[in-house]
């Protein structure tokens, strides 16, 4: 099992206090449904099942899907949950999921149609710098940034995780907005305009934006010429947008 679980990126959340903190970080209601990547032996499941009125948990692991415990609210599913089909009805993800595969399974959210929310417990390190904890932010949140607001949620530390991980963990939770902070007609220009400015041509969003743009159009912008695109805040970016792209 030790295989296994190195294999997978599995870490075990067993502690009841920290289960509760992320439920609560989550905002489930009754009666929502909720999809739960890497359920492992079910704590968590069983936690969102006594607040939500359905909850679809994922676990690719056979050995733990045999030994899940059935539960009137809970449908398990023995497979992998980046290859399942989103819910065509809103729905919310949370889940303790793998640190190895983040990235994808926040990816999979932002695509989902019908996604209300996400509420992901990863590395302390990936949530922070996701939700500019560091005074940065990268690509994946500044071109979502219209959609859905990113914040950090509570901290969990890693003795409370069987195997006991390197670091400690943070709830990083995903809400999509009412309304978009951009028309929906806009938002593909918008994330162009994004991966551009990422580029890093010249060192520096302006350098960057001036190659495109030209400096007379650039001037007026009132941003530093040394600043990395990474450390520009995402509703920096949506003025940008706003500035040159009209």
């Not at 939700?131 to 950090?152: C, I, Q």
């Not at 934006?209 to 920096?236: M, Q």
Request: proline residues 8%; contains cysteine.
């Amino acid at each position: 099992m030790a295989r296994r679980r190195l294999t997978l990126s599995q870490n075990f959340l067993h502690h009841a206090p920290s289960i509760r903190t992320i439920v609560h970080a989550s905002g489930v209601r009754p009666g929502a449904l909720v999809v739960e990547p890497g359920a492992g032996e079910g704590h968590l499941s069983r936690a969102l099942a006594a607040t939500a009125g359905r909850v679809i948990a994922y676990e690719i692991d056979r050995t733990l899907a045999g030994r899940f415990p059935a539960h009137p609210r809970i449908r398990l599913v023995q497979g992998d949950f980046l290859r399942a089909t989103p819910p065509r009805e809103p729905f919310a993800v949370v889940g303790n999921i793998p640190y190895s595969r983040t990235t994808d399974i926040v990816r999979w959210c932002l695509a989902a149609p019908h996604l209300t929310s996400a509420t992901l417990l990863t590395q302390l390190e990936y949530a922070r710098k996701r939700t500019g904890d560091f005074g940065s932010w990268p690509l994946l949140t500044v071109r979502n940034w219209p959609r859905y607001a990113w914040r950090l949620g509570p901290r969990i530390h890693r003795r409370h995780f069987v195997p006991v991980p390197r670091t400690d963990s943070a709830v990083l939770h995903l809400d999509r907005r009412d309304r978009p902070l951009l028309p929906a007609a806009e938002l593909e220009a918008y994330g162009a305009f994004v991966d551009l400015g990422f580029t890093g041509r010249g060192g520096s969003l302006h350098a960057t934006l001036t190659h495109h743009y030209g400096r007379r159009r650039t001037r007026a912008l009132a941003l530093d010429r040394a600043l990395p695109c990474g450390r520009v805040p995402p509703e920096r970016w949506l003025r940008l947008y706003r500035e040159l792209a009209h």
